[in-house]
Nanobody, 126 residues
Framework: QVQLVESGGGLVQPGGSLRFSCAASGFTLDYYAIGWFRQAPGKGRETVSCINSPDGTKYYPDSLRGRFTISRDAAKNTVYLQMNSLKPEDTAVYYC???????????????????WGQGTQVTVSS
């Protein structure tokens, strides 16, 4: 059974950093495309970052490029999202998702992913 478990959320001050983990069970992450998405109250789901397989191609929206970094540890079957210089507008529930590797244009689209974690809350506030 495919399962994704996120961890690493919490309360952080503006300018701070957090690192999310997305641990997989029931499948090998290296063979899947992984996406991080977020949803703030009253807003739609937003793509945060994605990493494809097997080549590890990464995607970041222009608005987040340079502050967020996605990485993958095959030995731990875990994908990470490092978030730096956090802003209040980064407050949201963050989800990781997985699906078979896909073409680059599909990677950023949440509806392409069938397997989702439970989400973890991030609150950026002083």
């Amino acid at each position: 059974q495919v399962q994704l478990v996120e961890s690493g959320g919490g309360l952080v001050q503006p300018g701070g950093s957090l690192r999310f983990s997305c641990a997989a069970s029931g499948f090998t992450l290296d063979y899947y495309a992984i996406g991080w998405f977020r949803q703030a109250p009253g807003k739609g789901r937003e793509t945060v970052s994605c990493i494809n397989s097997p080549d590890g191609t990464k995607y970041y929206p222009d608005s987040l490029r340079g502050r967020f970094t996605i990485s993958r540890d095959a030995a731990k079957n875990t994908v990470y999202l490092q978030m730096n210089s956090l802003k209040p507008e980064d407050t949201a529930v963050y989800y990781c998702a997985a699906d078979a590797s896909m073409i680059l244009s599909s990677l950023r689209q949440a509806y392409q992913y069938d397997h989702w974690g439970q989400g973890t809350q991030v609150t950026v506030s002083s």
